[in-house]
């Protein structure tokens, strides 16, 4: 198999673009959003431990599990 990518280059023989095969520019993207994915979580992650640190340093009470899941079904 040769060589998959072809890259162009400017008049000084600088690489300015890439051609890829497009079965490789799926897998990219697809990989892509799913670390995208994983970013988003593990930010939401953060927001929560931030937000409990925060509740804890005021004494506030947290919500219950039971109570969050019986206010959803509301």
């Known amino acids: 198999m040769k060589n ?4 162009i280059v400017d008049e000084h023989g600088i690489k300015t673009s890439v051609i890829v095969p497009y079965h490789l520019w799926e ?3 697809s990989d892509n959003k ?17 937000e409990i640190k925060g509740a804890n ?7 219950t ?3 969050f899941v ?5």
Not at 4 to 7: I, S, T, V
Not at 34 to 50: R, T, Y
Request: cysteine-free; charged content about 30%.
């Open 4 to 7: 998959a990518m072809q890259y």
């Open 27 to 29: 897998k990219i993207t």
């Open 34 to 50: 799913k670390l995208q994915n994983k970013i988003e979580v593990l930010l939401a992650i953060k927001d929560g431990l931030s």
């Open 57 to 63: 340093k005021n004494y506030q009470e947290f919500q």
């Open 65 to 67: 599990l039971s109570d």
């Open 70 to 74: 019986n206010e959803s079904d509301s």
